[in-house]
């Protein structure tokens, strides 16, 4: 049978739209072989997936997406294969969150004076247990019809500059990758392009990362065109980094990222799974 790896995507215990089982399902579904479940900062969604991942016969792989700050640039770590009961990603994770709700309720002062109320109580409801990301803050401006669309709501409210940004301090990166890796698992950097690096930022960023620690670089995600594989996978190769492959999945309702629907990794590039084989979580 092909394997069909997806190492990269979101349920209910952050922005996700699915729970952890319903993923799994639809993950099945499109004909996924191995998942990893990478929510924002929490793996409170693994244990969910792993039962369903058994019921389904897929793989699960586990998984946590961290927010981290290197250079005043906001990046994101995904660690793959990690113990999810290790204590540092309980107390990372325990952390990002006190961040995550300081920086909302910021968020929805600075909502407030733009004359929108309530921001905050909804988010808060909408997350529940989980992460509150900006998401739901973008899905909250667009249900009160701020907004007609998500993309709008970073556009006018949420992304950098707009007038409901607030700028966040993360944990540092070789904290974060000090997480991943003492917990026993593999730490990747995620969709390297959105960080909008020139080449010189993008080569300093991978020696740091890899000097860190940090063992691969997310070479095939979601919405990358073949000449950014392509170039993500010779700065793979540059710097000796196995490759990995996510779809970044949220939403069925974005109709341009789906499970499983991936490029394939170029042939000169180790992919990460082939990593998993000395690491005795993978089943
Ligand atoms: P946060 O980590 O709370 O800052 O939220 C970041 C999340 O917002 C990302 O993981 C994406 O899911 C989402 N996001 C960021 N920028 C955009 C955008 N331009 N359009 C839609 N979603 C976005
Ligand atoms: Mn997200
Ligand atoms: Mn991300
Ligand atoms: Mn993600």
Redesign the pocket.
């Known amino acids: 049978m092909t394997e069909i790896y997806d190492l990269h995507c979101h349920s209910t215990a952050s922005?996700g739209a699915l729970s952890p089982q319903d993923l799994v399902s639809r993950a099945k579904q499109y004909g996924v072989t191995h998942l990893a479940l990478t929510d924002?900062d929490t793996v409170a969604g693994v244990a969910e997936a792993q039962i369903a991942a058994e019921m389904e016969g897929i793989n699960l792989i586990t998984g946590i997406e961290f927010?981290t700050t290197w250079q005043s640039h906001c990046l994101h770590i995904v660690g793959l294969n990690l113990d999810p009961s290790h204590s540092l990603i309980a107390e990372g994770s325990h952390a990002i969150q006190t961040i995550?709700d300081e920086r909302a309720k910021k968020i929805s002062i600075k909502l407030e004076k733009k004359r929108i109320p309530g921001a905050f109580e909804a988010v808060k409801q909408a997350a529940g247990e989980g992460m509150i990301?900006?998401?739901h803050f973008?899905e909250f401006l667009l249900s009160q019809g701020y907004v007609s669309t998500?993309?709008g709501a970073?556009d006018h409210y949420l992304?950098e500059g707009k007038a409901g940004y607030v700028s966040t301090q993360w944990p540092g990166l070789e904290q974060v990758v000090h997480w991943i890796t003492a917990s026993g698992g593999i730490a990747v950097l995620a969709h390297p392009m959105r960080y909008k690096l020139t080449g010189s930022w993008m080569r300093r960023l991978l020696m740091d990362f890899k000097e860190m620690g940090g063992l691969s670089l997310e070479v095939v995600s979601g919405r990358n065109n073949p000449d950014e594989i392509n170039t993500l996978a010779r700065y793979a190769k540059q710097f000796d980094l196995a490759g990995s492959a996510g779809s970044d999945f949220?939403n069925p309702k974005n109709i341009w990222v789906e499970l499983g629907r991936l490029n394939p990794m170029p042939d000169f590039v180790t992919p990460v799974w082939h990593l998993f084989e000395t690491n005795a979580l993978t089943s």
């Open positions: 922005d924002h927010s995550r990301t900006r998401t973008a998500l993309q970073f992304g949220h």
